[in-house]
């Protein structure tokens, strides 16, 4: 069967973006518009005369495709049309330059699911840090350095900020886990009114991993516990995708380029102790493993 | 152009079908009639009142639009690039800074070729901060591919309501529209007013009918990319819709005098120019105080007309240059001004008349910038000034009328 | 052209006043308008606003600086503002005070006219709001407009009991005023 | 091709686009160890694997070779071989 984003489009060879957008719309099916911010998805997917996608799609700007989706939405209501209205948004446009927007979407409870596929910085313009690049990662403006890890600052909790806004349905997800993403597509659209999805998607490109590993990636992300997947429904915690055997966040850290310095720098393995705290700190935060599970200690 | 009507109404019999209302009301009412289906705008003085009568007409079940109170002009703007594409039928004001921040969103909704329709309150940009009428705001939005009409009294800038739709919506115009009138002078002005009502402007303006929406049923992409082998050529159909805009603002004025009896000019209008020596060009609310003076200075013997641009954007120059062939020198007042040069009109309009064979003198009076008032004796100080270019030459070719000199 | 100037603090009610004595003259088959001085003045700090009156469309959209009539609020702008600037000489200032008009001292050749609009409002509205009492007072010292005009023009903006004891305060000030 | 107003694109048109070019390695399935877990197609990012006559056949026309298919298939019946052009 032919994919809501039809081949042709110029992603990189092995980005998860595309496969994030044909889940979210396999599960939505074909009544569904998406609106979509400037980034990876427009650039790679629409350029002129031509498009990969095979449902309504509109681009206007980088920091208002929630908006965009709210005048849609509010058009439907008025004429009383019956359409799934998504954004699938970059984490820059989410978390940075597209808040305000987005505040006001959640604010005014419109029937509008936001999906953000996370990849931790701002790839379309070159990997520059965003507000959900994690700390200790090198990018091209938070480079590691002689004196520096990368980047000084926490990831921005972009969940709970949809959870304070009384967003009914707010979740994470990974690109690494199909059905579970599909499953959650579908249950945001079971449940009136906004709903926030924030998905981990790895960039071959700004993550720097070897070929082929995109959905390793992702899934040790969640298996080291750095990229916990849990529902809240009405501001309480729904679900969580539990872990059988927890990995050192080493495991995921070393394949990764972005992380590379803290292999070589002195005082490196201080910040993966940091990180590795992160992740227990979200093992224990989400009640992530199994009573009795393992952790491993290295490698598998 | 004279008044197309086909019966020219008395004045008493305007007198019985006019209410003294406040501007914005008149122009909410307007707005009213044309039925938008979703109307988004962010609270700015002095466009508040605007949008507070669209509310209660919501509330009262007066109009069955979608009004979202949205977190900020950007959003307003935004969310109508949205619903315009959903096939919906838009509204929206602001003012000033609420402008400035739409300002990346108006060559949006200009380049996707949806036809918004937003009165612009006229006030002052910051710093400092001012609350007042000037133009500042809209002619800094004059190159965003918007068409922009100048109203000069609360019936016009209502009556230009339908009329931007009429033209925006035209499959060969698709171009958002402007409507732009001055903050406070016009919005908050309580004066007698035709108001609008749904029958009559529903044989006016047809129904919204676009022919690309929003639709799973045939699923298009809007706002695609486009590199520079195409880019060259989509502004170009941009431009040429405004070309084509220059026609169709006159034939959608003359539709509406028609069937109203109001007729404020097409692209331009004039008042006392046909023989006059000295022609004052100019745009809005200032235009009612200028015509006053001019039949003053006309019962001195004075040769004064007036050229009055009412669209600013598409520009009229054809019909600037017919209709100021025979002028001796020309006086632009404009409230705005562009630091680092002149007033923005005042270019435009040497632009305009310089390949032509009366390229006559023409000098520029930023006047009226944040709210300062523009008497009687403003305008004849600038005749005088402009008499003097006449006669002994040119000795500043822009003066900031009324200028404070003891503060400076 | 007539041209009024009001002078009133904030919350006083001068742009209603305006906007009451536009729709009065239109009543009367005149033209009008109605324009407060645009600012940002809050509760209680001096206010004004405008109204012209003519037989011909008004397109003038200058402010007033020579009016044929002033209407003062509250005496106590006499003292912060120059509530005679530009009063045409033929004209009349009417101001809201207790106190007779030869007790008041004003740069001006134009007749005053003193109203106790305040206490006429307390009496009739039980609130010392003026601006309707002035506009009484105002009907019945220059003959501008047609006192049912004004009456009609008020319950245009207040209906039910309200309107009807506007309507009692403009009586009151304007019977006062012929006196 | 004329350009449209606003730039209006159809829907599914980048298929013009035979991005298979781009590819080094080349996808090369094993039918015989293959379980039909799909895996491959849902995850290849090009959505150009698909199932014809119950077989899980990348489309080379758009395949770029990313080697996401042969590194998730559970059975590794997808081997990355270096494309002979």
Known sequence: MDKFLAPGHRACAGCSMPTVINLILDAAGPNTVVATPTGCIEVTTTPYPESAWRVPWIHSLFENAAAVASGIEAAFKHFGKKHNVFVIAGDGSTLDIGMGCISGMFDRGHNVKYVCYDNEAYMNTGVQRSSSTPPCTSTTTTPSGRVSFGNPRPKKDMPAIAVAHKVPYVATASVAYPVDLRRKVKRAISIPGPAYIQVNAPCITGWSFEAGTTVEIARLAVETCLWPLYEYVNGELAGVKKIHVKRPVEDYLKAQGRYRHLFRMKGGEEMIRVLQQMADENARKFGLLYEGDLTCTSGE | M???????????????????????????????????????????????????????????????????????????????????????????????????????????????????????????????????????????ARDSGWIQLYAEDVQEAADAIPQAYKIAEDPEILTPVMVCMDGFILTHVYEPVELLSVEEVERFLPPYRPKHILDPENPKTFGAFADPSYFTELRYMQWEAHRRALKKIETVAREFAEQFGRWYGGLIDTYQADDAEVVIVTMGSVIGTIKDCIDEMRSEGLKVGLVKIRSYRPFPTEALRKALKDAEVVAVIEKDVTVGNEGALLTDLK???????TRIPVIGFPAGLGGRDITVRDIRRVVDKTIAARDTGIESEMEFLGLREDLL | MKEIRFHGRGGQGAVTAAEMIAIAAFEDGRFSQAFPAFGVERRGAPVLAFARINDKPIRMRSQVYEPDYVIVQDVTLLDVVNVTGGLKPDGKIIINTDKDASAIKLNTEAEVVTIDATRIAIETLGRPIVNTTMLGAFCGATKEIKLESLEKSILTRFSGSLGEKNIHAIRTAYERVVK | ????????????????????????????????????????????????????????????????????????????????VLEEK
């Not at chain 2, 109170?69 to 949205?82: H, N, P, Q, Y």
């Not at chain 2, 632009?351 to 064979?357: C, D, H, I, M, S």
């Open chain 4, 1 to 80: 091709m004329k350009i449209t107003v606003a730039a209006l694109t159809e829907p599914g048109s980048t298929v013009v686009n035979k991005t298979g070019g781009w590819r080094t390695f080349v996808p090369v399935v094993n039918h015989k160890r293959c379980i039909k877990c799909s895996l491959c197609e849902i995850y290849c990012p090009e959505g150009c694997i698909h199932q014809i006559d119950g077989l899980f056949v990348p489309d080379l026309e758009y395949c770029k070779g990313c080697g996401v298919c042969a590194h998730e298939c559970p059975r590794k019946a997808i081997e990355m």
């Open chain 2, 2 to 140: 004279k008044m197309m009507a086909k019966e020219e109404l008395s004045l008493k019999e305007r007198m019985a079908r006019m209410k003294v209302v406040e501007g914005s009301y008149a122009v909410a009412n307007a707005v009213k009639c044309c039925s938008p289906d979703v109307i988004c705008a962010y609270p700015i003085t002095p466009q508040t009142h605007i949008v507070e009568h669209l509310s209660q007409f919501v509330a009262d079940g007066e109009l069955d639009s979608e009004f979202l109170t949205v977190d900020s002009e950007f959003s307003a703007m935004s969310s109508l690039v949205g619903a315009s594409a959903a096939g919906a039928r838009c509204y929206s004001s602001t003012s000033s800074q609420g402008l400035a921040l739409m300002w990346e969103v108006l060559y949006n909704a200009s380049g996707m070729r949806l036809p918004i329709v937003m009165t612009v309150a006229n006030r002052a940009l910051s710093a400092p901060l001012n609350i007042w009428n000037d133009q500042q705001d809209s002619v800094g």
């Open chain 2, 351 to 357: 632009a305009a008349l310089y390949n032509t064979p």
